[in-house]
């Protein structure tokens, strides 16, 4: 089990892994919490995507004449991050390139991760630094999963929905006659 660190105010107490700087849990001040608590559907609460958000043709990263095996959303999430702050409603974690990460990522590189927590808000930032000289192709995202249905938002059939328009499950596809 990875360490985890806690942060927060009178409202809102945040949990954050140090594998992956992966935000676990956020309870409010009644205890109640927001966050999906990972089980055998989807063992993630809300992992950092990087370098990739998504899955890269092949399964790898071409880059000159090589190829770099990557599996979807990248390796961010599943490695460890060295703690640069710890404050009570704050904590920044930070991810260098390593032998680690070059068979799949042949790039220097700088993630860091800052988490605050201010009242009710929780703010998640994301910072890539490119250290080397090489232009360096990377994507960045979240993927926070939250407790369906919310805490105090009433029951699942009370929820729905809504869209401005007509929308179909193919997307940007469709336009193109993709079915």
Known sequence: MSERVSIGSRDLTVAV???????CSIRDSAGREYLWQAGPAWPRHAPILFPVVGRLHGDALAFGEAR??????????????DLLEDRAASCRFALSDSAATWDAYPFR????????VRGRTVTLRTAVDNP??????????????????????GSRPAHRLEFEQDETACGRSCSRGER
Not at 70 to 80: E, N, P, S, T, V
Not at 109 to 116: H, Y
Not at 132 to 153: D, I, K, N, Q, R
């Open 17 to 23: 892994k140090t594998v992956g700087a992966e935000l």
């Open 68 to 81: 770099y095996p990557m599996g979807q959303h990248g390796f961010a999430r599943d490695l460890r991050f």
């Open 109 to 116: 590189f700088r993630l860091e991760v800052a988490v605050v």
């Open 132 to 153: 080397g000289e090489t232009a360096m192709p990377f994507s960045v995202g979240a993927h926070p999963a939250f407790a369906w249905p919310l805490p105090g938002a």
